[in-house]
């Protein structure tokens, strides 16, 4: 719990990211989250003291429609939030459809395609609700990224694709005080 609201509040207090919540919000997405990076790379800032950088390539939305499987509705998606925003960072996927392209059965939810996701600390999530409270989807929790421990999902199978990846991100090159744990 100690964990959860530390990062509720880090969010909150985060302007850019909240105002881009509130637009995800506004799309009226099922079961729809902001996630990846731009979550995972503001809470390690947070956590070694750095100034806000935005060091995130990209500003993932993910949401669970199983009745809408169109890779166009999300292209189109993107583009309308890239007209309103002005920044050609958002990526959005319908994770409903994310199990053909990792060769998996069906993701049943979105907490359940994120616990897929190669890392644990990347495979969080953040919406808000009307009321503009914080909703957090962590289907392995906030540990490793409070512990700033880097490790592979449980449930992800391709170990040799992990390695690269936190051996091409240089995260530690950013974030001297991570801890990676090769698979």
């Not at 009321?131 to 289907?139: H, K, M, S």
Request: net charge negative.
């Amino acid at each position: 719990m100690l964990h959860e609201e530390k990062f509720i509040r880090a969010i909150m207090e985060h302007e850019q990211l909240m105002h881009d919540l509130r637009r995800v919000r506004s799309l009226q997405l099922t079961q729809c989250y902001i996630g990846a990076g731009y979550i995972r790379n503001y809470i390690w800032d947070v956590l070694h003291g750095y100034d806000l950088r935005e060091l995130h390539s990209d500003i993932d939305v993910v949401y669970y429609d199983a009745r809408d499987l169109r890779e166009e509705r999300d292209i189109q998606l993107e583009q309308q939030l890239r007209e309103e925003t002005g920044n050609a960072k958002w990526s959005v996927k319908n994770q409903a459809r994310m199990h053909l392209r990792n060769g998996r059965d069906p993701y049943l939810s979105i907490e359940d395609a994120l616990r897929y996701w190669p890392e644990i600390v990347t495979a969080i999530g953040v919406q808000l609700d009307e009321e503009d409270r914080v909703n957090i989807c962590a289907p392995h929790g906030l540990h490793d990224l409070y512990h700033l421990v880097i490790r592979k999902s449980p449930f992800f199978a391709d170990t040799d694709y992990y390695n690269q990846r936190v051996h091409k991100k240089c995260w530690q090159q950013q974030w001297p005080k991570l801890t990676i744990i090769t698979a």
